[in-house]
């Protein structure tokens, strides 16, 4: 267990809806990290938080927008969604820089758009 | 912008013998640290292995060791006495330790199959 929290673990919805998952990081870490795995492929950087304050971006598209709230946790919103949007996402957390310290990974929000 | 490469997208390997798989990066900073993660079929992510780039000293972890070569900005990892139940997708990460709240840079992965 990393303790990195994801909900929900599946998630089925049509094609012009809304989602929003959720990420709630390891007790103490302040950065949180979103990524998208389509199948066999690997992990697209979407967006990174650091204690509430948006870091880098992505290539995260325009109907996506994500934020971390006071208490850490986060949130990565998808709207008007396509099919190619169906994959795999991936919330990590890590304490600040200054540690050796690595991403800490939840188990993922499979998302299937039908 | 650093990059991470992994120019072998999919290696196999005999159940008990030696694999090594190869990661590139590309930076002009001098303090970072790099990571393996595995991805089993389960598709979690699995730290295996971390290296800091200021110690000279290869990291080992059991059966898993690097070579890294901070001139060549080379970091391989070897796989010693290969399993089954290491059969799966391998992740190079890259991590500036400069500032705070550094991103993660992984590179496009390595699929490892091992043949019993």
């Known amino acids: 267990d990393s303790g990195v929290t994801q909900t929900p673990k599946h998630l089925i919805t049509a094609t012009g809806q809304r989602v929003t998952l959720r990420c709630s990081p390891r007790s103490g870490d302040l950065s949180v990290y979103w990524y998208q795995q389509s199948l066999d492929q690997g992990l697209q950087f979407l967006i990174h938080?650091?204690?509430?304050?948006?870091?880098a971006k992505g290539n995260i598209l325009e109907r996506f927008s994500a934020q971390q709230f006071p208490d850490l946790h986060s949130e990565l919103n998808l709207s008007s969604l396509e099919l190619g949007d169906s994959a795999l996402y991936f919330c990590a957390s890590s304490v600040a820089t200054g540690f050796s310290t690595e991403a800490f990974f939840g188990q993922g929000t499979r998302l299937t758009v039908v | 912008a650093q990059t991470v490469t992994q120019s072998q997208p999919e290696m196999s390997v005999q159940e008990a013998e030696t694999v090594t798989l190869s990661c590139t990066y590309d930076?002009?900073?001098?303090?970072?640290?790099l990571f393996w993660y595995k991805q089993p079929p389960s598709r979690q992510m699995i730290l295996v292995i971390r290296q800091e780039a200021y110690k000279q000293q290869n990291a080992t972890e059991n059966r898993f060791s690097v070579n890294f070569q901070k001139a060549a900005k080379s970091f391989s990892l070897k796989i010693s006495d290969s399993q089954l139940g290491d059969a799966a997708m391998y992740f190079c990460a890259y991590r500036s330790a400069l500032n705070y709240g550094q991103n993660f840079v992984f590179g496009p992965g390595t699929r490892l199959s091992v043949l019993p």
């Open positions: 930076t002009s900073e001098s303090d970072y640290y």
């Open positions: 938080y650091y204690n509430g304050e948006e870091r």
